[in-house]
């Protein structure tokens, strides 16, 4: 009688020890997943502008383009990245460019003078560290040469190291392409 006492306590200790591995197995694992979660949440701003699929998402206004074209621009010279991830981000925004406007250079001389401005710009600490659209009720569509276009202004709020905040207003031009999407023709800054 005591052996068979011995061997029910034994299967009784056993069954709780393998209770106790699953469940500390299933409490591991659903840790892991929470942790593993978070990390994906946590996207640079780089990798929140590459995310977008501009063949299924393409921004649906003037004013969205532009504050893709700004998110973009912020990435270039506020924000650490791969040579490979600057080429992505090239192609970004030049999937908001105009046609006319791509083909003013080729490629190579596009990348060669986006890597001088951004060298250029990192070197002396300029940080872009807010913009501001044009309310959409100042954006001005008008029609040219038979195409649908829209002006609109975007003011940058410029830092150059530590010192003070400048304000730089730059005037934007789009014109639809044939796909009905609003391409950035082309902008220059605005003088006071």
């Given at each position: ?179 009905g999407h609003w391409k950035i023709l082309g902008w220059d800054l605005v003088e006071d």
């Open positions: 009688m005591n052996m068979k006492r011995s061997r029910v306590i034994g299967l009784v200790v056993l069954g709780v020890v393998l209770v106790a591995i699953v469940v500390g197995y299933a409490f591991h694992i659903n840790r892991k997943a929470a942790r593993d979660a978070e990390r994906v949440v946590e996207s640079t701003a780089v990798q929140k502008v590459l995310m977008r699929d501009l063949e299924r998402n393409y921004p649906p206004t003037p004013k969205e383009v532009v504050k893709y074209f700004a998110d973009i621009t912020k990435c270039f010279y506020n924000e650490e990245y791969t040579d490979e991830e600057l080429e992505q981000l090239a192609v970004k925004i030049q999937g908001i460019y105009d046609t006319e406007l791509i083909e003013n250079k080729s490629q190579e001389d596009y990348m060669t003078d986006l890597r001088n401005e951004i060298a250029d710009r990192k070197k002396n600490d300029f940080t872009i560290s807010s913009y501001v659209l044009s309310a959409s009720v100042d954006v001005e569509e008008f029609v040219e040469n038979g195409d649908s276009c829209a002006r609109l202004y975007c003011t940058f709020n410029v830092k150059q190291g530590t010192s003070g905040t400048v304000r730089s207003m730059e005037q934007f031009i789009l014109r639809k392409d044939d796909d």
